[in-house]
């Protein structure tokens, strides 16, 4: 990790990497077999999983609970069913959001049977175990503000947001070539991963599956057209 006036990057490159044939997955944080007690997650960020699964495979039905679990897919569809009857593809552009609460099943397929879907997995953990499980999604690409910040997750599901058991609030950017945002978070403790493209954040130049961590304004600028999440912790 690097560390630049208090802006610690994670590298794309440093991340841990697990791949079953059927999934390929970067971790950003400890998962699974990976266990790195520097790299536990960030406040209450625990899991960033870069996950790319082979056509017609999946993950079956396995259990979660007291997990805020986001899906943000990139390109391709990812199939959800759930033990709340829900039922959905996910499409590339589309965020999901599942609250595990007490306690709920579910399932992840790529249906295409000739493209991979390349997606996030992302987990938060709530500020107290349990609720009722809950389940949302929708489409980011009307609601995305061009040079810009688009609001997904927030602790009163305000604007177009999901409501998380959570302080804490997850948005969308999208930076033209040349364009710089300055954001003023509601939280004091900012997280961010580079989708794509080429991003400055003050003296750093981040590329794809990079991720920075500050907790200082930042003056973020696209050296190319850039896509990334941000999130603001407690």
Do not use: C
Not at 77 to 87: A, I, M, T, V, W
């Amino acid at each position: 990790m690097q560390t630049t006036t208090d802006i610690h990057v994670r590298r794309a490159n440093e991340r841990f990497h697990s791949n079953h044939g059927w999934l390929n997955s970067f971790h950003t944080f400890s998962f699974g077999q990976h266990h790195d007690p520097n790299h536990m997650g960030f406040r209450s960020l625990r899991v960033i999983n870069d996950d790319t699964v082979a056509p017609a495979q999946g993950f079956g039905t396995h259990p979660h609970s007291s997990m805020e679990i986001f899906s943000y897919v990139i390109s391709g569809q990812l199939e959800h069913k759930d033990s709340l009857g829900n039922g959905r593809i996910i499409k590339a552009g589309e965020f999901q959001y599942m609250s595990a609460g007490d306690g709920i099943q579910h399932s992840e397929f790529n249906p295409s049977p000739n493209e991979p879907v390349h997606f996030l997995q992302i987990w938060l953990e709530p500020t107290h175990p349990g609720g009722e499980p809950r389940y949302a999604d929708f489409d980011t690409k009307p609601l995305r503000s061009q040079n810009g910040l688009t609001l997904l997750a927030s602790p009163s599901g305000k604007g177009p947001s999901f409501a998380i058991r959570q302080h804490a609030q997850i948005s969308f950017g999208h930076l033209h070539p040349g364009k710089e945002l300055t954001p003023h978070p509601t939280f004091p403790h900012q997280y961010l991963h580079l989708i794509s493209g080429e991003l400055q954040l003050d003296e750093q130049t981040l590329t794809p599956g990079d991720s920075a961590a500050f907790s200082h304004p930042v003056t973020l600028k696209a050296n190319s057209e850039a896509e990334f999440l941000f999130f603001e912790l407690s």
